[in-house]
């Protein structure tokens, strides 16, 4: 592989949207957006991996599955929010 544990990029080296002096800008913002999404969702759905899916490792710049479809399920008992002051 390009990078090991014993063997590791250089501090200054471009590494696109990765680590290093360039990472990119935007990244934090990228995490908790995709966190507040996903908290949303999961409040009122619940998601289930669709009967008779196996999902296989797919090997590309990154390790990834190759799909995972679910269905969706609304939750019918949700617990009252609590009104919030700010």
Not at 21 to 33: D, P, V, Y
Request: hydrophobic share 35%.
């Amino acid at each position: 592989t390009r990078w090991t544990a014993d063997r590791r990029p250089p501090p200054a080296c471009f590494l696109p949207f990765g680590k290093g002096t360039r990472q990119c800008i935007g990244e934090a913002f990228a995490w908790n957006e995709m966190k507040m999404a996903l908290v949303a969702l999961v409040r009122r759905w619940r998601l289930r991996p669709a009967p008779g899916h196996t999902p296989r490792p797919v090997v590309d710049g990154v390790i990834h599955l190759d799909r995972l479809p679910m269905t969706v399920h609304q939750r019918l008992n949700r617990p009252q929010q609590t009104p919030r002051t700010w």
